[in-house]
């Protein structure tokens, strides 16, 4: 009887150390997706940016120096998380300007960030 709850004992231990690591786990995986989704958003306002008319004749309001903000909410699994989109677009010459793109967002209290710059080019 003793070496039963001796086994039982030592099995707990282990099955509590195997679940301990498998949330472990699932938290590196989620946040590797919210990662991932920052990215993702980056990518998809630099593409915008890229596709806007910047010619020697006309330049797209949305390519002027400056910064603008925007919010974008993603599902994941059970819960919403909110990006915060910070734009930044500089010049640096007359026929050359720079898009950097800082994607924030917060998970289990901790702050994240992800930026992406690129050089655009008159048409």
Wanted: no cysteine; net charge positive.
């Amino acid at each position: 009887m003793i070496e039963v709850l001796f086994s039982i004992v030592i099995l707990m231990i282990v099955s509590m150390a195997l679940m301990q690591t498998s949330i472990v786990g699932v938290q590196a995986n989620l946040k590797n997706s919210l990662r991932e989704e920052a990215s993702r958003i980056a990518d998809e306002t630099i593409g915008d940016l890229r596709s806007r008319v910047f010619s020697a004749a006309i330049t797209d309001s949305q390519l002027d120096a400056g910064t603008t903000n925007a919010t974008v909410t993603r599902n994941f699994r059970s819960f919403k998380t909110d990006y915060s989109v910070k734009t930044t677009i500089g010049d640096i010459s007359a026929s050359s300007k720079q898009a950097s793109v800082e994607v924030t967002w917060n998970f289990k209290g901790s702050d994240y960030k992800h930026i992406t710059t690129a050089i655009l080019g008159r048409k």
